[in-house]
């Protein structure tokens, strides 16, 4: 039996995964939904076709979902299938050395995380200012 979760089913996810090598662990429908739950987090552009529709697609008065955030929610889908975690908190790497009595403490400059290049550039032009961006529009 098919099921659907958010944009795809556990079918179309085995599917995706096989034909790109990636043997699926765990519960495939997990997998699904932390992925949708990390896309409907997602800074999209315009407004929802329905305000009163549960999930974030379609938009703008459309009726169809864009193949690409069909396929950003299987790709999110297949970084939790390989122990990846999406929402993971964002820290700064510290690091630890003691030399006799003396421990030194300290931490790497900037946050440290794991980039998703794909997911970068299947959302692009789908979210506002570019997922994972740090730009931002300036006017006068």
Not at 13 to 24: D, K, N, P
Request: cysteine-free.
């Amino acid at each position: 039996m098919t099921t659907t979760v958010g944009y795809t089913t556990d079918d179309e996810y085995s599917e995706y995964a096989t034909v790109r090598g990636q043997i699926l662990t765990g519960d495939p429908l997990v997998h699904l939904q932390l992925a949708l739950d990390w896309l409907e987090l997602q800074p999209f552009k315009g407004e929802k076709t329905n305000q009163d529709q549960e999930l974030e697609w379609p938009r703008d008065g459309n009726t169809e979902i864009p193949s690409k955030i069909v396929q950003a929610q299987l790709e999110a889908a297949l970084v939790y299938n390989a122990g990846g975690n999406l929402m993971a908190s964002i820290g700064k790497m510290v690091t630890e050395k003691t030399v006799g009595p003396i421990t030194t403490k300290w931490s790497e400059s900037g946050p440290q995380t794991i980039a998703y290049p794909k997911l970068s550039m299947l959302l692009r032009g789908y979210v506002n200012n570019g997922y994972g961006s740090t730009q931002f529009n300036v006017s006068r």
